[in-house]
């Protein structure tokens, strides 16, 4: 039909030109259309579809809950309001029962009751630490509240005896020191690092503990062999020290030959670049004067 127009006065638009000009309209019109149809499409799919955000839980205030902790010490307060999930209780029975569930729990590894790899186990201290501020919360609950029920109290009983409070044998406010923590020694130390002090503690063998007690020199020794070992392993780009490396260092420190630890520290001043002996005798020094105070173990 375009053909049969002919050919266009002057000052008039070609029938070409007025064809491929609706063309031009058209498929912008078009386009528009489909792009608003796409996005009602997409609205409607993201209103009907359900969202993968999790729904944050409220917790409502609980009176009764609060009424239980009102006549605790401040810190049992603390420990409880840090520990218990909802549902809240609301009696002091369900209370009760639900610290004494923190003490079975707390050791349940695998399907299998007790602490993973028992005492000798990594985290032994703060296994042993948590379970006594879980006997003394249900102890500040019998106090405030009266007798508990006579299965429960039996039952704390029980971790109490197992759990004692730590008993010192070696070693003075903060520095290395030897502990009796729920049956099991313990060696702990703090290692300085920049603004920060971090404290370490290992597992040890009455073996260990015996050498520990009966010679100074080793015992200075293993004092500045850890301290020295563990504060390089916390720069950037070092390996971290493990209970591995911490075993690995008693057996030749307190157990070694005297010519095999002599070897081993002079290699440690080597890797190190320092001269372990000045701190060894500085250690061995200040635990004599502690000694001498009256102080025995120190």
């Known amino acids: 039909g375009i053909a049969k127009l002919g050919r266009a006065a002057p000052g008039e638009i070609g029938a070409t030109g007025m064809a ?3 063309y031009m309209v058209g498929d912008t019109v078009l386009g528009g259309i489909l792009l608003m149809l796409g996005s009602i499409a997409a609205w409607i799919a993201i209103r009907m579809c359900a969202t ?3 729904r944050k839980e409220i917790v409502m205030p609980s009176t009764a809950f609060d009424a239980l902790l009102a006549p605790l010490p401040d810190d049992v307060q603390t420990e409880l309001q840090r520990r218990t999930t909802p549902p809240l209780p609301a009696t002091t029975v369900a209370l009760l029962r639900t610290i004494h569930g923190w003490l079975v729990s707390a050791g349940i590894a695998e399907g299998r009751g007790g602490y993973p790899g028992g005492p000798a ?3 032994w201290s703060a296994y042993a630490a948590q379970q006594r501020r879980s006997i003394a919360a249900f102890r500040a609950m019998a106090d405030a509240w009266g007798d508990p029920p006579a299965d429960l109290a039996e039952a704390v009983d029980r971790y109490d005896d197992a759990f004692p409070s730590p008993v010192r044998l070696q070693g003075d406010g903060w520095e290395p020191h030897v502990e009796i923590i729920a049956g099991r020694p313990i060696y702990a130390f703090p290692v300085a690092s920049g603004h920060a002090t ?3 503690d290992f597992p040890i063998t009455t073996a260990d503990v015996d050498v520990l007690l009966a010679d100074p020199y080793r015992r200075a020794v293993l004092e500045v062999v850890t301290h020295t070992a563990f504060q390089r392993s916390l720069n950037r780009g070092n390996s971290a020290t493990t209970q591995t490396g911490f075993n690995a260092i008693v057996d030749i420190v307190l157990h070694g030959a005297n010519d095999a630890l002599a070897a081993y520290l002079a290699a440690f ?3 190190h670049n320092i001269h372990a002996d ?3 005798r500085q250690a061995i020094e200040r635990h004599a004067a502690l000694a001498t105070e009256g102080r025995p173990e120190c």
Do not use: Q, S, V
Request: proline share 11%.
């Open 278 to 280: 000045f701190y060894i």
């Open 269 to 271: 001043d080597d890797e």
């Open 20 to 22: 491929t000009a609706f």
């Open 121 to 123: 186990g990594p985290g």
């Open 198 to 200: 971090l404290d370490f």
């Open 52 to 54: 993968t955000e999790p």
